[in-house]
């Protein structure tokens, strides 16, 4: 059972350029979320789905762009990347809304 | 002031120690309680789940919620070298997007 998968684990990015962080499970969860994790900061919630066609912003929506066409993936996009977007990115999913979240183990990113 | 406060250590304790980790809280909608254990490069892992306010041991683990105090605990009994993690504390209102607000996690490392 593979659980929560997301590719790439890691990435180089130009100021400028953009990419897609992918993110797919297998459990047939509803909820799908994209947290972004800086040192010493937490996690923080960028955008997070509810169902297939449903999405909606988090805290720190702003540089990202995401879609839920199917139950299993849930795509990250980044446009017009910034060294503000440095991060680690981990995607979760929850069958259930107070369930706890099953986490990805995340995209290491840097935009220099 | 954030919504969730977590002394971000480092805490490092000898094998076999009882290990005490704490966040405090300042929302009273919270209902739902986790600890995380996140290995270095890895995505964050349920520990312990709990309801409301109480205690809840699983095998060396004790999870502890004082909603009136807005303060919860994890205690580790018994401490091991591959207990050497940091710990994040989450918790969650359950209505609305259900989404997870986090702690900023504990580095924990147990010296053998």
């Not at chain 2, 980790?21 to 986790?34: G, H, I, P």
């Not at chain 2, 349920?46 to 909603?67: C, H, I, P, W």
């Not at chain 2, 009994?77 to 994040?88: E, F, G, I, K, M």
Request: net charge positive; hydrophobic share 30%.
């Amino acid at each position: 059972n593979a659980g929560v998968t997301q590719t790439p684990k890691f990435r180089i990015l130009k100021i400028g350029q953009s990419m897609t962080l992918q993110c797919t499970q297998d459990m047939n969860h509803n909820y799908m979320y994209w947290y972004r994790q800086d040192p010493g900061m937490g996690l923080k919630l960028i955008y997070y789905s509810v169902g297939a066609g449903i999405t909606d912003k988090g805290e720190v929506p702003n540089g990202y762009n995401v879609s839920r066409s199917t139950t299993e993936d849930f795509p990250l996009r980044l446009e017009l990347a910034a060294p503000s977007q440095t991060s680690v990115y981990f995607c979760a999913s929850t069958d259930r809304g107070n369930s706890p979240l099953h986490f990805g183990n995340g995209t290491r990113l840097t935009v220099t | 002031q954030k919504e969730v406060e977590q002394d971000p250590g480092p805490l490092s304790v000898p094998e076999g120690a009882i290990v005490s980790l704490n966040c405090t809280y300042s929302n009273s909608a919270f209902q739902y309680f986790m600890w995380y254990r996140q290995y270095s490069r890895k995505g964050p892992e349920l520990l312990m789940y709990t309801y409301s306010s109480g205690n809840k041991e699983d095998g060396r683990f004790t999870a502890q919620v004082d909603k009136s105090s807005k303060y919860i605990s994890l205690f580790i009994r018994d401490s091991q070298p591959s207990d050497s993690a940091t710990y994040l504390c989450a918790m969650s209102t359950g209505t609305g997007r259900r989404a997870l607000t986090f702690g900023s996690g504990t580095r924990l490392q147990v010296q053998p």
